[in-house]
Each structure stands twice: as C-alpha cells, then as structure tokens.
C-alpha cells in the first residue's frame, strides 16, 4: 500500500473509534532474548498549524526532510521550541462540541531513518513489532511508505506487526502526530496539554514461536505460608523459577512455600519463560488481593494507604521521564513513608511499575480516561454514556490491564478520574472483573458505587470521614458494606497542606477507613529562562487555570516541599510518644512487618542541645503492637533549663532505597518545662529632646517608636496582621463564601493604617497606645505597646483588644520590625529546621537551629506566606537576642509581606536594604482550601483579646 495522498480533519482524527491496525494489547516486559532496536533520539520535524496543512508524501521514502528542524523523542514538540503548552484544570481548552475538534489544529511530522544492526535476525526467521510507549493525542504511522495505522489513547501502548515491510538499511518510520482529537475529549486531565511523541519508541523482534501474550497469576495463602503460581500464555512453554525449585509446563499450577510480597517487604522472585522463539525474564511476587470482610485485603490483611497521586513530571521534558527520574521519585516517595501511589490519571510508563515492584509501593493504576470538562454542561453528551464510545473505553481498559497484569505491585485498576457516570464505565468495570478476578476496582465518580469495590472520594472534610468510618454516611446498601479511600484530599498547593495529622488519626480510628492519597505528588512548573518556573498564562494562553497546576509535594526540581516532610512525619511507620514514668510508648503502625528492621536512638536535650544520648532496646513489636520501654534517667535538672527527650527509629542496615541511619521516625516530648527568665523593672524612661531612652534602648519621642537597642538600629516594632495568602488562604473559585484571603482582603487588612493615640513616659515603664484598622471600615484593634527595661534587656508587652464586631479569624497576630540589611546568619531555639504553621507542625523539632535569611525561604512556584519557624524559644539575628513569652512564630526575609503578596514569580522578588521580622503571638492555619477544606476551627486564630512580651537584649 501506498502512503495516501491526502488527510482532512474529518478522517481519523475526529473518529471516536480508537483505532485501527493496532495489535492487541499484551503483558509488557522490560527485556527478553529476542533482539530489539530503541528508536529514540533525534527525529526530523515539520509543525503544520492544521491537521490537513500538508499531505503524506512526507511517508514516501527518498523525501527531502534535510530542511525541517529536529526534535528528540521522547519528548513535547511544544517544549523543544515548536508552539506552546496550554494548562487548563478541566476546561477543554476548544470548543465542546464532540467529536469534533479545532480546524486550528497543531500537527507534527517525525521522520525517523535507521538500519537494522548487523546481529538483526534473519528477516525471514520471524515476525517485528514497532512500539510506542505513548504518543499525544493521536498518531498515524507509516513504514516505508506503507500506511499501517492509527491510534489514540495517548498513554496507553500500541503495537504494529512490521516485519513484512522491514528492510536491512534505509528504513523510513514517519509518524504524524494532532495535538487535537476525539481522543482528546478522553483525556481532560488536570494537567499541560503537550502534544508529542513523548514515550519510548521501540522495534521488537518477534521470533517464531514467542509468546504473544501470558499472565502471571502468583497468589499466597496466609494461613499455610505457600504461593500458587501459574502461568498462562498463547503458546506452549516451560516455566522455571530456581529459587523454588520450580521447573512447570505454561498453564500449569504449582504450591510451593513462599514469602509473600507486600509493599513492606517487596519479595521477588526471578524467573523465566521458555518458549520456542525466546525467553522472557519474570520477576513474580505471590501476593493475594481481596475484598473481606468489608476491607481491601492482602494476604490476609487490610491496608491503610498512606498514598500520593502521582502525574508523571519533569520541569524541562515534561511527561517524557527518563528512568533515572522515575527512580528518583520512587526513593523519595520510600525514604517519607509513602507505601502507595495513584497512578492519576492514567497509566504510568511501564518501568515505572517495574520499580514500585522492585522497591514496594501499592499501586492503583489508572485508566486513560477523564472527561471533566463536560461538568460544564452538566454531563450532557458525556462520551462515558454514549455508546459510540464504548469501544474506545474498553480500548483503553484493555491496553491498561493487558499491559500492567503482571505487575504484584498493581492491586487496584481505577476505571479512570472525574468522567461522571454512564454504561460506557459499567462496561470497562464488567470486562476487568471478568479479565482479572485477582484485584479489585476503583472509580471515584459514582456515589452509588454501581461499579467499583470500594467507596472513594475526593476532599472530603474531616467531619464528613469521621461519619463515614462510623457508618453514619448513608448511601445506598451497597456503597455502606464498601471500604472507603480518599482517593484525593489534602491539596498540596502552595504552602500546605494542612490538617493531615488530623486527617490520620481518623483514618487510624476506624477499620472502614483505608487511607487516601494526598493530591499530589509534584508542581507541574515549567522551566522558564525570565520567570523561573512558569505556569498557566504564562504562554499567553486564551483559557488557563494559573497555578492550580503546581499542587505537589516535591517542587518541580523535585526538592521536597515542607508539606512533603509534614507528610512523612505524619504517616510514619511506627509511633513514638511520652509514657508514665520515665518510659516511651513504641507503636507499630506498619500492616505487616515487624520492628526488626530498626534501631532506636535517644537523646535528652538541654535547651536544644544534646547532653546525654544512647541506644533504646525496643522490642520488634509486630504489626499494631505497642510496648512501653524504659528511658535511662534523665539528667539532672538545672534550674532555669528546658530538658526534652527525642527517640529516634533508624533503619539498622542499608536497603534498596535508604542507607543504615536514615530516620523512620521519632518522638518528642518535654522532661522538664521552659522556666523564661524574669524583666524586673530597673530603669525608667527618659526624654531628652526628640528621644526617649530606656535602659539599652532609644525610642523616637514623638512616635514612640523603638530606633534602636545597645547601638542596633532598626525598624519597628509595631502590630501586623496580613500575610501575603496562600494558595489555600485564597481557596478555589467554588468555595467563595469561606474564602479567607479574599475576605481578609474585602474587610481591607492587607492596608491597615495606625493611629498614634498616646505616648506615656512616666513611671517605669515607657507605654505607647494606638488603634490599628482598616480604612472605610468600623472594626479596629486598640494596642497598647508597654516598654520596660531591667537596664541589660529591654521587654515589650503588646495588648490588643479588638473594637467592633469582628466577624473573620485574623492572618496573623504579631509584630513586625527591620533590621539591617547585613542581618543574615539567623539562629534560635525552637521547631525546625523547616517552616511550621499551627496545622503543619507535627514535623516540627524542637532543637537549636541555624541558617541564613534566604535560606529560611520557601520557594514556592506562586510566593506566597512561608518561612515561618514555630515554637520559637528565643531567635538570635543582627546583633540582638529576642526571647519570647510565651513561645513565638518567627519569620525573617528581605521583601515585606506586602512585596510578597503582589508578586507572581519568584523572579518579582528583588532584596532590598532591609530584613523584616515578624514575631508573631499567632498565625492562622493553613488547611486545603486549594480545592479542599479550609483550617479546622481549633486553628482558626480568632479576632480576642490577647497579650504576649518579647525581651530583647544585645549579646556579648
């Protein structure tokens, strides 16, 4: 056949079908015997702005492509310089009108020449199948100037038998690419639209007598300790597995005591497939997936997920990830207790689940499949509910299933991710219940529970889970006897997420509730020469959703984020608190092992420095055990000091994903409490012309502004109330009535003006009154700033008393001051070493801790609120010593809140002469309310009477 001479916007790329000339879909595996050839690298391409700009005759062989520029694949054309990316959340950014799709419409022709290598089986000796791992949004292919098909499903694999038309040298493989397609109304995913051949392109030989297909079917009974395996291909074969002396015919089962695989305790065993043409390495983990009992079980257990949903990322290449990418992502989601991942939303690439088999993580892999946008109209014409679809939907369930079947980390398919409800759904769930009785099913979208093994949601509020894991949720029979996962919840947008503590001790308080999956794994920034990281808008784009793109865990650069080392801390394995009487309670919270893997350190510190520490013998409790374990005696007590404990759990030896020494988990608590230091009035005030002094200080006269302490000039201080809102404090456009940043900034607190209403001189003290309040408005803050000095230390004494019906929490309550711009090494005692608000603390240590200003910084793709250290003791920086009573949130950086606030890159931020300090008595919480719940009430930090003192002091 011929290439055909013409292709117009109403063929292929506007047929609902999903294809044709496609092989059907098969296990995937990394490697065999068999010869194979990558294809990836530097390709020819041509961007047309239509899909019928350009006819095939780019496919022929001999066709000049010596002036078309070139691009690597895998990869994005849009990010290699040809067009640009486009972010919407669920919009479909063109006309909703199915099939149908733009006439504007960007198309790539790759061109690709290559030889056979020289070891290339006889041409005769067999069959060739070309492969791509993935390709946006569709493709036709040609070989040699023969057209052999299309295809959509952009991250799902397709096969072509190729081998007929291969030839020793000079082999022509052309590929035209439609950024645009009825497939594209499939995959509105909340994530860039990136057109490409943005997956692994790969040439298999196919010798005579290989399998085409086989599945692994490796379950374990818990109850005798012994694993099944068979094994199950279209042609006759052996299979052996040496380790368990297993040596069976294809198809035919065999019981032999095993150890389980879970993803505590990965266990794989190798084997191999023989058949006539090749062998097929296996790597099997016998591991049995069940509903019982109302609960996800394996091997005899229920799960908690302490999961992510992961989007593939990279900042520069998009989703074309190499392995040592995906690998990175997996150490990282092990070494902060991650033990699950959502593959949202759609189907990894496949060596991505090649490493959650090999390092545990438990897996639910998502169809390629949402069709979000159609929200908009509610649901009308959803494709999920018409049948011409149909076809395509069970396309994509197929080539999900066929392809992972295999993997022992894979426990859960998901029909796919915010595609409402329809027939097309109940046909994917029918056909995998059908294919695979070995894992259960998962879709979020349908309230009734139609077709899925368990009831999920997504952002649910903590009250609302609560209901559900006591049974009081309703629903229909059905849906109540079902498990429940939060599928998503915790919207890791910008600084956040908060409340996840509180999110798992409700999870660990009822059986019913099996975990969730914090949204989500990484900012989807891309790496911009001007802004740093961009973002929706950033490419001019007509129709964007902003920065609701960059809602993860890990920064684009894969750094971890705060919210990250929040959710380790909050989700680790095993439990460490105070107990009575000089002890520590051990929790095992892991569903399987045992504690025999850790060591457990101790440590008492003495107002933040170690002075004793040793070893803890701790019992290896089994999965869910406790044990009350004796601490060594605790150093005697010293007056004035603080003493706490810290016990450490470490990994006592190395493993695949953390060296000997890494830190699980630990406990704090307090031995001895802080005893601050008492300010006895000593001096009194002083005027002398325009100033006042007191003790070490000088005081503006007029203003009674502090100008300075024993020769240290500065700025303040003076009541603040505004940060510059986070993501969540500003939540999402649906959540209008309880958004705080767009309250906060309606009633007008990000422009409060100070009134000077008395300046008091007499006595002891030097006592400074004003009124603190928005312009236009009648609610205010009345302040009364009390200076006393013991002649060394100077101690400020802020009283606030709200004046009028304050009907919002506030930002925050505190002061804030400037120092010198030279003011840069920080130190204190208190929580860190990273950022903490009143909902995110748990990871917060208390210790002393050091750093520079800029590297108190959280550089959060959007700035916003960030830095904050909790608990603060007592904060050394610019030459003075600031303690407070009680204990404080401390914040240094070299922009104000209000430069913050109005600045949409990291790049906006310019340091002036001037660090500014906040030491603050109260900050609100953070919450979710991304897209997610807001604070829950006990974070709120509410408009009330309040009184707090710092004591400052220059050091010697």
Request: charged residues 25%; aromatic residues 10%; contains cysteine.
């Amino acid at each position: 056949m011929s290439a055909r001479t013409s292709v117009t916007a109403t063929d292929y790329v506007e047929d609902v079908s999903p294809g044709s000339g496609a092989l059907p879909p098969r296990a995937w595996y990394a490697s065999s015997d068999a010869a194979s050839l990558s294809l990836n690298g530097s390709w020819r391409f041509r961007l047309s702005p239509t899909a019928d700009a350009q006819d095939d005759s780019f496919a022929e062989q001999g066709y000049d492509a010596g002036d078309w520029a070139q691009v690597t694949v895998p990869g994005h054309w849009v990010l290699q310089g040809h067009g640009s990316p486009v972010y919407t959340n669920h919009l479909y950014p063109f006309p909703v009108d199915p099939p149908h799709v733009p006439t504007d419409n960007p198309t790539g022709d790759h061109l690709r020449s290559f030889d056979l290598p020289e070891d290339w089986p006889d041409l005769d000796g067999g069959g060739a199948v070309l492969r791509f791992d993935g390709v946006e949004s569709c493709a036709r292919v040609w070989l040699n100037g023969t057209d052999i098909g299309e295809f959509k499903g952009s991250r799902l694999a397709h096969e072509f038998a190729v081998g007929h038309l291969l030839r020793p040298a000079g082999n022509v493989l052309a590929v035209r690419v439609h950024q645009w397609s009825a497939g594209s109304y499939l995959e509105d995913q909340d994530q860039w639209w990136l057109p490409g051949v943005f997956r692994d392109v790969t040439l298999l030989h196919r010798p005579a007598g290989s399998a085409l297909d086989f599945f692994v079917h490796a379950s374990y009974d818990h109850t005798t300790g012994e694993g099944t395996l068979r094994v199950d291909s279209d042609v006759d074969g052996r299979v052996t597995v040496p380790d368990l002396g297993v040596d069976v015919a294809t198809g035919e089962p065999v019981t032999v005591p095993v150890e389980p695989w879970t993803a505590e305790s990965p266990r794989l065993y190798d084997g191999v497939l023989a058949t006539e043409g090749e062998r097929i390495p296996l790597r099997i983990g016998f591991r049995t997936v069940r509903l019982a009992d109302g609960l996800i079980q394996v091997n005899g257990r229920p799960l908690l997920f302490k999961g992510v949903n992961r989007h593939e990322w990279h900042p520069e290449r998009g989703r074309a990830l190499d392995p040592a990418t995906m690998l990175a992502d997996v150490l990282l989601m092990k070494r902060h207790n991650i033990n699950a991942v959502r593959t949202s939303h759609y189907p990894p690439h496949p060596a991505f689940l090649d490493l959650c088999d090999e390092y545990g993580l438990w897996v639910i892999d998502e169809c390629d499949l949402e069709t979000h946008g159609f929200t908009e109209q509610g649901w009308r014409d959803n494709p999920v509910d018409d049948d011409r679809w149909t076809p395509a939907l069970l396309d994509r369930a197929a080539r999900m299933v066929e392809r992972d079947k295999n993997h022992p980390s894979v426990v859960v398919w998901s029909l796919g991710n915010e595609a409402g409800t329809g027939r097309g759904l109940t046909a994917m769930a029918e056909w995998i219940h059908a294919r695979d009785t070995s894992r259960l099913v998962h879709y979020e979208g349908d309230p009734d529970c139609r077709d899925t093994d368990m009831y999920a949601r997504m952002y649910a509020s903590h009250a609302e889970v609560e209901r559900i894991g006591q049974g009081l949720d309703g629903g229909t029979r059905k849906r109540r006897r079902l498990p429940f996962v939060l599928c998503e919840y915790a919207h890791a947008m910008g600084n956040g997420p908060g409340g996840l503590a509180d999110y798992q001790r409700i999870f660990e308080a009822h059986d019913r509730l099996q975990g969730g999956f914090v949204w989500e794994w990484i900012d989807h920034g891309i790496r911009h020469p001007e802004l740093g990281y961009a973002y929706g808008g950033d490419f001019g784009e007509e129709l964007h959703d902003s920065n609701f793109v960059c809602d993860g865990l890990l920064f684009p650069d894969r750094e971890p984020s705060p919210g990250l080392v929040e959710y380790k801390k909050v989700i680790e394995p095993v439990r460490i608190e105070g107990g009575p009487d000089g002890t520590v309670r051990v929790t095992n919270r892991y569903d399987f092992a045992d504690l025999s893997a850790l060591a457990f350190t101790w440590s008492y510190e003495r107002d933040g420095e170690s002075v004793e520490s040793g070893t803890l013998s701790v019992p290896a409790l089994a999965a869910g055990e406790s044990a009350d374990v004796k601490l060594p005696q605790p150093p005697e007590d010293r007056g004035d000091a603080e003493t706490r404990c810290t016990v450490r759990a470490l990994l006592a030896a190395d493993t695949a994903w953390a060296p000997r020494g890494h830190v699980v988990g630990w406990g704090q608590f307090a031995v001895t409490p802080r005893t601050p230091v008492p300010v006895a009035p000593a001096e009194r005030p002083v005027r002398t012309d325009d100033r006042i002094t007191l003790g070490p200080a000088v005081f503006d006269a007029r203003t009674g502004r502090l100008t300075s302490i024993g020769g240290v000039e500065l700025t303040g201080p003076r009541l603040d109330v505004w940060r510059a809102t986070t993501d969540n404090d500003d939540g999402a456009p649906w959540q209008s009535d309880t958004r705080h940043g767009v309250l906060w900034r309606q009633l007008g607190l990000h422009r409060m003006q100070h009134r000077l209403d008395a300046v008091e001189s007499g006595g002891e003290a030097l006592t400074v009154r004003t009124r603190v309040a928005p312009a236009a408005r009648e609610v205010g803050l009345d302040t009364v700033y009390r200076w006393t000095s013991d002649g060394h230390r100077l101690r400020l004494t802020v009283s606030v008393t709200p004046e009028g019906e304050w009907k919002l929490p506030l930002p925050r309550l505190g002061v804030r001051l400037g120092l010198p711009a030279s003011a840069d090494l920080v130190r204190w005692f208190g929580g860190g070493p990273g950022e903490a608000y009143p909902d995110t603390k748990s990871a917060s240590l208390v210790s002393r801790w050091e750093s520079r200003v800029d590297g108190m910084q959280t550089p959060y793709v959007r700035p916003q609120e960030n830095g904050a250290r909790a608990d603060v003791r007592w904060v050394e920086l610019g030459g003075l010593r600031i303690e407070g009573e009680p204990e404080f949130w401390f914040t240094a950086r070299r922009w104000t809140a209000e430069q913050l606030d109005t600045a949409a890159h990291l790049t906006d931020l310019t340091p002036g002469d001037t660090v500014w300090v906040n030491l603050d008595h109260g900050q609100h919480g953070i919450g979710s309310q991304s897209c997610g719940p807001g604070p829950l009430p006990q974070y709120f930090l509410h408009a009330e009477p309040a009184e707090f003192s710092f004591v400052f002091s220059v050091p010697d």
